[in-house]
């Protein structure tokens, strides 16, 4: 199957810094990549979907100028947690799509941030 | 109310039990039914995928779908202490993987 790669896996920052976490397709072309967070025992909520070459489409509630989304080429796209707060702390995942009417989400392994 | 509905659990159960876990729904535009299964600190795999209603059976795994109750379900057959994960249930109205709702997740653990 496809595969999806997050890097860090884990990252723990100080109150105001920013972060950014990477989400790379390793073996297909992602058309789309969602960001999702998720807190313990609880769902995946999606925050915004990434389509390479334009603009980010943030979820209501979600600022995008808190969580900045990058998808510069068809097999990377960032996410960078900017003025970090403890609230902000959680599991991050992403997932990719490839080109076509329906494909599977292939999921990223989530990176864990933790601001202290 | 929230439009897919998961019980949390935890479920335990001992290594052979069938297990049952459940969704339900209140979307009736969803036609599209996925079962995944997350490891813990790990992304989501998707195990079953469905379409409409029915059952669908994949090795030890039946994912059984109800549109007339919205109501679904996911059967794991001789539980193996390797099941031990989050299952979510996911729920799209189109065919596009672009727009999927996620169940919250149950916890399963099965016991060697």
């Known amino acids: 199957g496809a595969v999806v790669s997050q890097h860090p896996s884990w990252v723990i920052c100080k109150s105001g810094t920013s972060v950014k976490i990477e989400c790379r397709s390793l073996d297909f072309q992602a058309t789309t990549m969602f960001w999702y967070r998720q807190f313990p025992k609880q769902s995946l909520m999606l925050m915004a979907t990434?389509?390479?070459?334009?603009?980010?489409?943030?979820e209501q509630g979600v600022e995008k100028d808190k969580f900045l989304i990058n998808h510069a080429s068809l097999t990377l796209s960032t996410l960078t947690v900017t003025s970090a707060h403890p609230e902000d702390s959680s599991f991050y995942i992403c997932?990719?799509?490839?080109?076509?009417?329906?494909?599977?989400?292939?999921f990223g392994p989530g990176t864990r941030l933790t601001v202290l | 109310q929230k439009e897919v509905e998961q019980d949390p659990g935890p479920l335990s159960v001992p290594e052979g039990a069938i297990v049952s876990l459940n969704c339900t729904y209140s979307n009736s535009a969803f036609q599209y039914f996925m079962w995944y299964r997350q490891y813990s600190r790990k992304g989501p795999e998707l195990l079953m995928y469905t379409y409409s209603s029915g059952n669908k059976e994949d090795g030890r795994f039946t994912a059984q779908v109800d549109k007339s109750s919205k109501y679904i379900s996911l059967f794991i057959r001789d539980s193996q202490p390797s099941d031990s994960a989050t299952y979510l249930c996911a729920m799209s109205p189109s065919g596009s993987a672009r727009q999927l709702t996620f169940g919250s997740g149950t916890q399963l653990t099965v016991l060697p």
């Open positions: 990434s389509n390479e070459g334009s603009k980010a489409t943030y």
């Open positions: 997932s990719a799509v490839a080109g076509g009417s329906y494909n599977e989400q292939f």
